[in-house]
């Protein structure tokens, strides 16, 4: 869902200027342009948090072209109750940056969310164009916990070949080696939001390739 905004400015019979307001029906909340894909849902206690990613920044039209890495695909989320109400009519932007934010997964450690994610960043090198991971923390009301994304360096998965499980207090993340390693790796994001760096390889690289 999003909000449709469009303000006018116009002169009166005086002269003076009528100060801008909403064109009638665009205070109401209605379907977001562009697609949302890729759900992924989790619970946490009696609420469930559903993400997924969303191209309303950048709609496919003649005049603005369906990709573009200035800004693209982010990702959103709502809470539902037990009953499958939405909770947040608005939803909640988890991730808005450059370039895309694609493929998430979500994962409660009995007190938050871990909203993981691919991005295209600025790596340890400094080149620009490069997918790694990202992540999120999002709370139980719904607050955005890091308004920066928790930067998973190092770590560039081969396409979607990463998973995420939490044993009730920190999260590991599982992936797939993308370069010409093949090895699977594990990686630890603490409760407080702390990467540990240097993945522990727990299935090394072989000829064959490793995947899935």
Same mark, same amino acid.
């Given at each position: 869902? %999003?909000?449709?905004? &469009? ?18 029906? $665009? ?7 562009? @697609? =949302? ?8 206690? /009696? ?6 990613? @969303? ?18 695909? $982010? ?12 909770? $947040? ?6 991730? =808005?940056?450059?370039?895309? =934010? ?6 409660? /450690?009995? &007190? /938050? ?17 490069? @997918? ?15 308004? &920066? ?14 998973? %995420?499980?939490?044993?009730? &207090? ?8 993308? $370069?010409? /390693?093949?090895?699977? @790796? ?5 409760? %407080? ?20």
């Amino acid at each position: 869902f %999003a909000f449709a905004l &469009t303000l006018t400015t116009t002169l009166g019979q005086s002269g003076s200027i009528i100060p801008p307001q909403f064109i009638p029906g $665009d205070k109401s909340i209605r379907l977001a342009s562009g @697609d =949302q894909t890729a759900p992924e849902i989790a619970s946490g206690g /009696n609420v469930v948090l559903a993400v997924w990613e @969303d191209e309303r920044a950048l709609p496919g039209s003649l005049l603005v072209p369906s990709f573009e890495w200035e800004t693209s695909n $982010d990702i959103y989320a709502v809470r539902i109750d037990a009953t499958g109400r939405l909770i $947040d009519r608005v939803p909640i932007p988890v991730a =808005q940056e450059a370039a895309i =934010q694609s493929n998430p997964q979500v994962v409660w /450690n009995g &007190t /938050n969310w871990l909203v993981l994610f691919e991005s295209v960043d600025v790596n340890g090198t400094g080149f620009y164009y490069e @997918d790694s991971l990202e992540a999120v923390r999002v709370s139980p009301a719904g607050v955005v916990l890091d308004p &920066t994304p928790i930067k998973i360096r190092n770590v560039n998965p081969a396409g979607s070949s990463w998973t %995420a499980a939490s044993d009730g &207090t920190d999260w590991v993340v599982a992936f797939q080696e993308g $370069d010409s /390693n093949s090895a699977l @790796d594990l990686l630890r994001v603490t409760a %407080a939001g702390v990467v540990l760096q240097g993945p522990k390889v727990v299935v090394p690289s072989t000829f064959f390739l490793r995947s899935n």
